[in-house]
């Protein structure tokens, strides 16, 4: 009896693990995380703000709005972007892009590693960074 719990417990895990590592994007995708570099004031009323974006394999970011111009440079893995009216186009590690403000996009990681990027955005002062649709 011991052997066979023992041995379905090592199959639950390998299963478990398979299914892990699969690129699959759910709703259930991993979480994508954020961490503000540099928040500050910045001509005309607003504040500049530099965050580091990391989306895990299969991860996504939701569709979103900024409400002032956002630049990204991507420093490893690969950012999907789906992206309003355009498109959609794949950014690799060394490639920037440009969203426009109050356009709608979400950053897709298909890839197998995850994807990091420095996001600098220019907002209204007060105004959240993003807003999701």
Do not use: C, W
């Not at 590592?21 to 703000?49: C, F, H, Y």
């Not at 186009?89 to 897709?108: L, R, S």
């Not at 600098?120 to 960074?129: E, I, Q, R, W």
């Amino acid at each position: 009896m011991r052997k066979f719990a023992m041995a379905s417990a090592v199959l639950a895990f390998a299963a478990t693990s398979v299914v892990l590592t699969l690129p699959a994007i759910s709703a259930d995708a991993p979480a994508v995380v954020r961490k503000v570099l540099l928040q500050e004031d910045a001509p005309g009323g607003n504040t500049l703000s530099m965050v580091q974006v990391t989306i895990p394999v299969g991860g996504r970011e939701g569709k979103h709005t900024h409400p002032g111009p956002l630049v990204v440079h991507v420093i490893s893995g690969a950012f999907s972007l789906d992206y309003e009216g355009k498109p959609n186009i794949t950014y690799k590690a060394g490639e920037d892009f440009y969203v426009e403000p109050n356009h709608v996009h979400e950053g897709i990681n298909r890839g197998t590693v995850p994807a990091v990027g420095i996001a600098a955005f220019v907002t209204p002062k007060g105004a959240p960074l993003t807003k999701q649709q």
